[in-house]
Antibody, heavy 118, light 111 residues
Framework: QVQVVESGGGVVQAGESLTLSCVASGFSVGNYGMHWVRQAPGKGLEWVAVLWANGFKKHYEDSVRDRFTISRDTSKNTVFLQMNNLRVEDTAMYYC???????????WGQGTLVNVSS | QSALTQPPSASGSPGQSVTISCTGTNSDIGAYNYVSWYQQHPGKAPKLMIYEVTKRPSGVPDRFSGSKSGNTASLTVSGLQAEDEADYYCTSYAGSNNLGVFGSGTKVTVL
């Protein structure tokens, strides 16, 4: 059964760091594109970071490009989102999702909440 | 990349049809047949309803259909049911050097 489970969210102060983890089961993260999507309270969905199946190509939302890093560890079947220098505007639910093809994410986690206070 | 444009809301009575539009540019929707639609109920993760403009993942009812013309994609929900009341988001691939882009979201109300 395909599943992804996020963890690592929490309450931090602006300027601090967090690392989100997305543990996959039922498939290998090395064979699929993996995405982080966030949703601020009461707002819409936003692609934050994507890692293509080849493991090399990565894209980031403009406001996080120099602060966030997406990576994967195939031995742990886990995808990470390293978030540095967090800002209040990064407050959101962060979802991990597995790509089917070109941003068609068929499997999503339940999300992990990041709350950045000033 | 700018967000794709969706109407904020749409509604219909049970059994009726509702169509949601998603307007982009010739750099995203107009350039590629990689438009997806997601359904999101309050407090839940999004669910993929349509991918590659017209395809339905396994388990998605055939009441949901997608189409595209030029820079605008559309999602049609036929035979509206109470459980279709949710937020719907479109998204499009925007080229190999760009992040994908989401639509602004449409709240569908079943009257």
């Amino acid at each position: 059964q395909v599943q992804v489970v996020e963890s690592g969210g929490g309450v931090v102060q602006a300027g601090e760091s967090l690392t989100l983890s997305c543990v996959a089961s039922g498939f290998s993260v090395g064979n699929y594109g993996m995405h982080w999507v966030r949703q601020a309270p009461g707002k819409g969905l936003e692609w934050v970071a994507v890692l293509w199946a080849n493991g090399f190509k990565k894209h980031y939302e403009d406001s996080v490009r120099d602060r966030f890093t997406i990576s994967r560890d195939t031995s742990k079947n886990t995808v990470f989102l390293q978030m540095n220098n967090l800002r209040v505007e990064d407050t959101a639910m962060y979802y991990c999702a597995r790509d089917r093809s070109y941003y068609s994410d068929e499997f999503w986690g339940q999300g992990t909440l990041v709350n950045v206070s000033s | 990349q700018s967000a794709l444009t969706q109407p904020p809301s749409a509604s219909g009575s049970p059994g009726q049809s509702v169509t949601i539009s998603c307007t982009g540019t010739n750099s995203d929707i107009g350039a590629y047949n990689y438009v997806s639609w997601y359904q999101q109920h309050p407090g839940k993760a999004p669910k993929l309803m349509i991918y590659e403009v017209t395809k339905r993942p396994s388990g998605v009812p055939d009441r949901f259909s997608g189409s595209k013309s030029g820079n605008t994609a559309s999602l049609t929900v036929s035979g509206l049911q109470a459980e279709d009341e949710a937020d719907y988001y479109c998204t499009s691939y925007a080229g190999s050097n760009n992040l994908g882009v989401f639509g602004s979201g449409t709240k569908v109300t079943v009257l």
